[in-house]
């Protein structure tokens, strides 16, 4: 009786994580030209950063996964709900981290050298 809030709690969590990553990754995937357009560079002289970002941003999709998974065991396995909470907790602050750090990265092309 107790694992159906639990499952719904760790299934909200999980998708918002996941509306980050994804939100992150359009994200890079709008901003990439336009950011070389508007600094009148080429893709290789943005902030390795920046560029680390576009190219990776979809590996972010394992850590709600991984998470998912551990929060699945959780709830079935042990009976301590410490471990959950702390699963559920983890996906939310990753969910609005990786937003702040993308956004972040992407004014970073921006930040003038002179």
């Known amino acids: ?3 159906s809030p639990r499952f719904i709690r760790l299934s909200v969590a ?3 994580c996941i509306s980050s990553v994804v939100f ?3 994200y890079s995937r709008v901003a990439t030209p336009i950011a070389v357009a508007r600094e009148h560079l080429e893709f290789d002289q943005l902030p390795q950063l920046t ?3 576009a ?4 590996f972010g999709l ?3 996964a991984a998470l998912f998974t551990a929060g699945v065991f959780s709830v079935v396995g042990s009976k301590r709900r410490s471990a959950f909470e702390l699963i559920v907790g983890c996906q939310w602050l990753f969910a609005f981290l990786w937003f702040a750090i993308c956004l972040f990265i ?3 092309p ?3 050298t002179d």
């Open 1 to 3: 009786m107790l694992t």
């Open 14 to 16: 999980t998708m918002g």
């Open 24 to 26: 992150v990754a359009l």
């Open 51 to 53: 560029q680390w970002l």
């Open 55 to 58: 190219k990776y941003c979809w």
């Open 62 to 64: 394992l850590v709600p």
């Open 106 to 108: 992407w004014l970073l």
């Open 110 to 112: 921006q930040i003038s």
